[in-house]
């Protein structure tokens, strides 16, 4: 990944005490809205989704 930046676009947690910072946050009820949302977004924002397992997802523009 040489030469390449790697930006934080959002972040879709489970838990808002695990998370805070400068991307946009988005919370789920549950762990299928997590998927959900976090695919969406994946979609609309052209990005990848990294599951950090401990009920946040990142969404990321490689």
């Known amino acids: 990944m040489q030469g390449e930046i790697s930006n934080i676009l959002a972040v ?6 695990v998370v805070s910072g400068g991307a946009p946050i988005f919370f789920a ?3 299928g809205e997590l998927e959900k949302v976090a695919g969406y977004l994946s979609k609309i924002l052209d990005a990848m989704v990294h599951d950090l397992g401990n009920g946040c997802y990142i969404l990321v523009r490689h």
């Open 29 to 31: 009820r549950n762990e």
């Open 12 to 17: 879709v947690s489970l838990n808002q005490e």
